[in-house]
């Protein structure tokens, strides 16, 4: 029951987000085009943050939740909202992560308890633009942005 009243909290804090999350994007890849410098960011703690990443198809919308913990290990909320009927779904990994420097190595291999065949893999980099910061997918170039930050700006 507890599972069920946080994950129904976490979808309704991530719906109503999602606007400040395109705002944020957009005035992120604007600050990249004028200012694409690295900062060092060993100093920035990722223990206990949450970052999210909002992604709008045809057909559906997407929001990743990915929660660092203090011990190395990391939970990643999928959320689906299937657009034509409605439906949200979830799925909710666990797994583990390895920081060297600013690069973040994540790996999923748990889909609610069970192990899974193929686990998923991000690879991360830490970036901070205008004091927000954010993980860029260095394959994808997906941006996951510190969950504080979506609050602030509203």
């Known amino acids: 029951m507890k ?35 690295m900062i060092d960011a060993s100093g920035y703690t990722i223990n206990n943050k949450k970052f999210v990443l909002i992604e709008d198809f045809e057909d559906h ?6 929660e660092f913990n203090a011990d190395n290990t990391l939970t990643l909320i999928e959320l689906i909202d299937d657009k034509e009927t409605g439906k949200s779904y979830s799925n909710i990994f666990t797994g583990d992560f390895v920081r060297k420097r600013n690069a973040i190595s994540v790996r999923a291999d748990l889909l609610e308890g069970k192990k899974i065949v193929r686990p998923l ?21 997906k941006r996951w942005i510190e969950n504080n930050n979506i609050i602030k700006k509203k």
């Not at 999350?21 to 200012?35: F, G, P, V």
């Open 3 to 37: 599972k069920l009243f946080i994950l129904t909290g976490i979808i309704s804090a991530s719906f109503f987000n999602a606007q400040s999350y395109s705002a944020i994007n957009d005035l992120l890849q604007k600050i990249e085009a004028k200012h694409a410098k």
């Open 61 to 66: 919308s997407e929001r990743h939740i990915l």
């Open 121 to 141: 893999v991000y690879n991360l980099y830490i970036m901070k633009a205008n004091d927000i910061w954010y993980l860029t997918d260095i394959n994808s170039k």
